[in-house]
């Protein structure tokens, strides 16, 4: 199944740009003209990644972007800008709102593989949301001493392999938050690709 990009861009050019380019790395793609349509979207179609502007004339993306990251948290967003102000940029960039920034124009290659990357992170957070309550109810099973049976008698737990497993799950959820608050937050750097 295809991973989902939106494209939010007021301008008609870069929209088809944007589209003509994505089309053909095979992602499906949505496409709004304005930050108010991306919204209409978001609400009735799953989306991986936003890729938008910032200067559009009903809606800053930054502002956007702040919306989306209160509503819709797992999505991955990329900014794509060619006049903005700086206290925009660090806005979006410093709250660890923006996955990445693409500076227009940027090349078709740069932009394809920034929205892999943004997928791949995608994938990667949603598969690691989807495994963590796994881990957590085996290693609440095994601690509460409520394991199967075998041939009708009873399997003992290994308190190591038990506190092991619940270890394990603790420590996943704090790697995954950390790395998420890391990405979040662009530790590993600034963000802005050229």
């Not at 993306?61 to 940029?89: A, Q």
């Not at 709250?95 to 090349?107: D, E, H, N, T």
């Not at 506190?163 to 995954?176: C, K, P, Y």
Request: glycine content about 6%; some cysteine.
């Amino acid at each position: 199944m295809y991973q989902t990009v939106l494209i939010v861009d007021d301008d008609a050019a870069v929209r088809a740009w944007l589209a003509h380019v994505l089309d053909q790395a095979d992602f499906r793609l949505l496409v709004a003209e304005s930050p108010a349509a991306a919204l209409e979207l978001l609400a009735v179609e799953p989306v991986d990644v936003v890729l938008t502007d910032d200067q559009m004339p009903e809606m800053m993306g930054s502002d956007l972007v702040g919306i989306l990251h209160t509503m819709y948290p797992e999505v991955v967003i990329v900014m794509l800008t060619g006049g903005t102000t700086i206290h925009n940029l660090s806005k979006a960039i410093n709250q660890g709102r923006v996955f990445r920034l693409l500076l227009k124009p940027c090349s078709d290659t740069d932009l394809v593989a920034t929205l892999r990357d943004a997928l791949a992170q995608k994938l990667l957070w949603d598969r690691c949301r989807e495994a963590l309550p796994i881990l957590h109810q085996v290693s609440s099973l095994l601690l509460a001493g409520d394991e199967p049976h075998h041939h009708g008698q009873r399997v003992e737990p290994d308190p190591p392999v038990c506190r092991g497993l619940h270890d394990l799950a603790a420590h996943l959820d704090g790697a995954v938050a950390r790395q998420r608050q890391a990405l979040l937050a662009r530790r590993k750097g600034s963000g802005i690709t050229v």
